[in-house]
């Protein structure tokens, strides 16, 4: 609901293969060099001009004047951009993307902490839990990226078939509810968002839980020093210890710390996550000692002394109750934290591992200023403090104002994180709206087997509106563009329909008009008979389907396209959701102008062969069927047709002209945007 929610729930599949360009670039990127700034981001001073600066609270990489400069000579010289062209041309966006994801693949995204190289594969790690996210790949070439980096086989890059915020889905559901422990630092977002009230629960036993202040001191290595101390101060009462960390990589630092000191322990994360019930099992015995990656998640209880064996004998069953006395004599659980995360929640979540249900326990964590987040947002202030306190090396600071401070930290990276999923909702609160009536569409023609009438209705919708584009009762007839009018029926619609020949014969407008929807009806029910009712309506129905899933999945990367850019409208004093607004609804009525179009296309590009004896037999048929007498007997049997083969040709459904605006506005849709 919260941590999840500011990535879009994405249904992707393979699109083009570009290995040779990511592996191109993946070369060029150790010459790019990182530009040196100081300054608090309104006035900024450079120190040491470089080809790319960084954003590491946004994850995101930009190229300096001489970076693109660098980069275009670099891709002129490997023949992946024309001499004369720009990196910035619309045809070479998808090169600056390229470049851009190498950039960021080789600075901002680290092996053993975001991602894992495992069976000639990259696997994403998640930030809130520790677990490998199998089947998940970052989009926008970032994951090829990586590969490259890695020197791992690269996979084709996916395109969206399908997108919703989990806000949105979540929505979709009539009853939604949940129970955690650590809700009540989320209840604005929970209520704003999903209309859900937190209600604490007071607890069933008071917490007999110490959480002392965190230690801060200046370098990693004096941090791991002192947890390392700690560690061996509770190995020598055989008190249990959790140590928590907030990526494999530093959980393996822990680890190789703790095996030089020869302390026998369990690493548990992503690399070990099969064998993670049993380790936890274990955490709570005498003197043991657990490493582990975020605990959001593992909603498991570590229970004092070691969990007892089901089914124990008598015996058994005393020697537990004996290691779990000696448990709690020495102090119950220690949780050490080697990291302070992002989130409050997470670190709440790990010291909630100890003193549950009244248990004895304790909580510290250990902090530098080399931390990541310490070193986004609270360093500078801290370190002056640490000089003009003359801090000696292996000293740590100690006071409730740093907890407080930290907090603060915490609080503008969780508003910050809020901020983009309220962003990112204000967006897809628009496309849900088109989403709304896709799906609609989409599930009316899977559950309707016969799709005749709307098919015609849609026909007729686009026949017309083409006709009015080129013959108008409103101008002179002198005006009207008949020649182009019949050339569009011929290249698009497969007719020959004699438009100018109709006109000249002294047919007004509509009389025009009705006589060519008339021959588009007849070279349908033609083709009909010809592959008999039940295939067309199956084809007619494929068609349709297949249009809307083509044209839909295009209009998803155009609006992930225009979501991105339209940012740039603020500089122009105009409100970017307003005008995401504005041009997605401009877009929407254009896809669906679009899929009408090309389906009728499709089914009027039809080639049957046997054409021409199919329509004698349907002439046949028809004077049969006059000369018969009214009150005969029995109805004539129709002519059997021999069933032609279908020959489809390739190409390229608007709501019902008669169907509500999708805008809202409750009129039908062809009187209001049709």
């Known amino acids: ?93 998808i090169l600056m993307q390229h470049l851009l994801s190498g950039l960021r693949a080789h600075v901002l995204f680290k092996k053993n902490i975001d991602y894992l190289v495992k069976d000639d594969e990259v696997v994403i790690v998640d930030e809130f839990t520790g677990r490998t996210m199998e089947g998940r790949r970052w989009s926008e070439g970032l994951h090829q990226a990586i590969e490259a980096k890695e020197n791992v086989s690269i996979k084709k890059e996916n395109q969206t078939l399908a997108s919703i915020t989990y806000q949105n889905y979540f929505r979709l559901y009539e009853k939604l509810s949940g129970m955690t422990g650590t809700a009540e630092t989320e209840a604005s977002e929970l209520q704003d968002i999903y209309g859900l009230e937190v209600v604490v629960v007071p607890p069933n036993t008071i917490s007999s839980r110490i959480d002392h202040s965190d230690l801060i001191y200046g370098t990693m290595n004096e941090k791991l020093d002192a947890v390392m101390k700690d560690i061996q101060a509770c190995q020598k009462i055989m008190q249990p210890v959790l140590v928590g960390t907030n990526s494999i990589e530093s959980s393996e630092s822990v680890s190789a710390l703790l095996t030089k000191n020869k302390i026998k322990h369990e690493v548990l994360n992503a690399k070990q996550h099969q064998r993670e019930a049993e380790i936890i099992a274990n955490a709570g015995a005498p003197g043991a000692v657990t490493i582990s990656t975020n605990m959001a998640g593992r909603g498991t209880d570590i229970v004092l002394g070691g969990r007892p064996l089901e089914g124990a004998s008598e015996a058994e069953t005393e020697s537990w109750k004996a290691k779990h006395q000696s448990v709690i004599d020495s102090g119950g659980l220690h949780i050490i934290g080697t990291e302070r995360n992002e989130s409050r929640r997470v670190d709440n979540q790990l010291r909630g591992r100890s003193g549950r249900q009244g248990d004895i326990g304790s909580t510290r964590f250990y902090l530098s200023l080399e931390d990541s987040l310490m070193k986004i947002f609270a360093s500078e202030k801290t370190a002056s403090m640490m000089k003009k306190l003359g801090m000696k090396e292996g000293e740590a600071l100690e006071h409730s104002w740093l907890n407080k401070t930290i907090a603060n930290a915490q609080k503008k990276v969780e508003g910050m994180h809020y901020d983009a999923r309220k962003h990112l909702l204000e967006y897809d609160d628009v496309a849900n709206d088109q989403r709304k009536v896709v799906y609609q569409l989409r599930d009316e023609l899977m559950g309707t087997e016969d799709v005749k009438e709307r098919y015609e209705n849609i026909r007729d919708g686009v026949i017309s509106d083409l006709f009015f584009e080129y013959i108008s009762p409103k101008v002179l007839e002198a005006d009207w563009d008949v020649g182009g009018l019949e050339s569009a029926l011929a290249l698009d619609y497969s007719s020959d329909i004699p438009v100018q020949k109709s006109i000249d014969e002294g047919l007004n407008v509509d009389q025009v008009l009705k006589m060519i929807l008339e021959g588009f009806m007849v070279s349908h029910k033609v083709k009909e008979t010809a592959i008999g009712s039940e295939t067309m309506r199956t084809f007619e129905k494929a068609v349709m389907l297949k249009a809307l899933d083509h044209h839909w999945k295009d209009h998803l990367a155009v609006m992930d396209q225009l979501r991105q850019s339209v940012n740039l409208r603020g500089y122009g004093q105009k409100n970017p959701v307003q005008e995401y607004k504005r041009e997605s609804f401009s877009m929407f009525t254009v896809l669906l102008d679009t899929i009408n179009s090309e389906m009728v296309k499709a089914l009027c590009s039809l080639n049957i062969e046997n054409i021409e004896q199919v329509k004698d037999q349907l002439s046949s048929a028809s004077s049969d069927m006059e000369g018969q007498e009214t009150n005969s007997p029995s109805p004539a049997k129709k002519p059997t047709a021999p069933r032609p083969r279908v020959i489809r040709q390739p190409s390229k459904l608007k709501v019902g002209r008669n169907d509500p605006c999708p805008c809202g506005s409750g009129k039908k849709y062809k009187q209001c945007h049709g």
Request: charged share 30%.
């Open 1 to 93: 609901l919260i941590d999840e929610a500011r990535t879009p729930l994405v249904i992707s599949g393979p699109t083009g293969d570009h290995a040779e360009v990511y592996i191109a670039i993946d070369k060029m990127i150790p010459s790019f060099t990182l530009q040196t700034e100081v300054g608090d981001g309104k006035e900024v001073e450079i120190i040491d001009a470089g080809d790319y600066t960084l954003d590491e609270k946004h994850k995101q990489v930009f190229l300096t004047d001489d970076g693109h400069i660098k980069a275009e000579d670099m891709l002129i010289e490997a023949g992946a951009l024309a001499p004369e062209s720009s990196l910035y041309d619309s045809s070479n966006i």
